[in-house]
């Protein structure tokens, strides 16, 4: 379900990279489910006002010490993911975020959504905000994947409800690393692969070498998308106020390893994240 609703973003993403000789697309994700913190204690961190703690129920992520119908200003953070196809980080992706949770009128329980990357889990670039979809384009949506996934939609397909009582926002955006950025990376890519490593395509390797010479080399713009992480800045009280869920998507295309891969490397590296982390 989760692709099915990504569908709209991903084709005007493809669209805008055709450049690309894509020979991977690729998909990351991951869902919190609020109903308890065992299910997302391993996925992100939260917090709030010491004096209106916050509280698990069936209805979310919420606060009962908050008069009814008020709210308080708290936060979510996930963990960091990894990117990354075949041992390879991304250098452009698409991102889609799914909220569901109370929402009053135009107004959603998360305010805002800000995003951030990471080539090494200890340098990241600074938070950017991430764009809310309106009622029409989520309405447009809605008529495309109608059209086209008849047999598949899910709440798309719940004539009843209409859209403003979906209980649900979508923010989006795309992160991508400027050419300039890249160029020396690329250049310093180019010149391990002359020292003959065996296995000169693989970049974790490449990050090594480079990081042995320039041990500073990361503190400046990230020249690839490794991680990614979210934060998202909710309003929450008593029941039914509560953030239910969050459901991430994301997505990339990439040509640089096919074609350059053995059969044991292709056995080794089949659907392998990027794993580097700053020692």
């Known amino acids: ?34 109903d308890s913190p065992d299910a997302v204690k391993d996925k992100a961190t939260w917090g709030g006002p010491t004096e209106h703690p916050l509280d698990f129920k069936a209805g979310g992520l919420g606060s009962e010490s908050v008069m009814e119908r008020g709210e308080i200003d708290a936060w ?11 041992g390879q980080p991304w250098r452009f992706a698409g991102f889609s975020v799914e909220v569901q949770g109370f929402k009053d009128g135009q107004r959603s329980c998360v305010a805002r959504v800000f995003v951030r990357h990471s080539p090494d889990r200890k340098h990241w ?36 409800r209409p859209l403003d009582q979906w209980n649900k926002a979508v923010f989006h955006c795309s992160l ?3 050419r300039t950025t890249r160029a020396s990376y690329e250049q310093l890519l180019e010149a391990f ?24 080399y990361f503190e400046n ?29 994301g997505f990339s295309l990439s040509d640089e390893l096919m074609g350059h ?17 700053a020692p």
């Open 125 to 160: 670039t600074t938070w950017s905000a991430m764009s809310l979809k309106t009622a029409e384009e989520l309405e447009a949506e809605r008529i495309v994947m109608k059209k086209n996934f008849k047999n598949s939609l899910g709440p798309f397909g719940d004539e009843s």
């Open 76 to 86: 979510v953070r996930t963990n960091p993911m990894a990117l990354g196809s075949w």
């Open 221 to 249: 713009q990230p020249p690839f998308l490794g991680y990614v992480q979210f934060l998202f800045e909710i309003n929450v009280g008593q029941s039914p106020r509560r953030l239910k869920s969050v459901t991430i998507g």
């Open 176 to 178: 991508e690393v400027p």
């Open 1 to 34: 379900m989760r692709t099915i609703r990504l569908l709209g973003v991903l084709f005007l993403f493809v669209a805008s990279h055709l450049a690309v000789r894509a020979t991977i697309l690729a998909f990351v994700g991951e869902r919190l489910d609020f």
């Open 261 to 277: 891969l053995t059969d044991a490397n292709r056995a080794e590296y089949e659907g392998k994240k990027w794993s580097f982390v």
């Open 193 to 216: 692969a002359k020292t003959k490593p065996p296995r000169p395509k693989f970049q974790e390797d490449a990050v090594r070498w480079i990081l042995a010479q320039y041990p500073h």
